[in-house]
């Protein structure tokens, strides 16, 4: 499967033991290969997470913000913000503004 971000069309791959820098992850982005790998063995719930996880890095990224891209903190806050308006609305979102 593919995901555009920015300009950049990134392969999401789910993988046994993803590394970064030599240190095992549940998810990882490079976008120099334009790769986001996601650990298998998570559970479906949690393989979204990662995923939205990986996209905020891919959108700080592309933003141009650096401090951002490589802030986990920051990232974490806004991908669990994201992940719980997703869950918490069920129906697509933007259906919301047509109500």
Known sequence: MKLKIGWKKYRILKKKKPRMDKKVVNGSIDSD???????E??????????????VIHGIFEHSGKQEWFENEELVDCVANGVMQ???????????????
């Open 41 to 54: 063995s998570l559970s479906k719930k949690v393989q979204q997470q990662v995923l939205i996880h990986e």
């Open 85 to 99: 308006v997703i869950y918490d609305n069920k129906k697509n979102i933007f259906e919301k503004v047509g109500e």
């Open 33 to 39: 290969s334009l790769i986001i790998q996601i650990e």
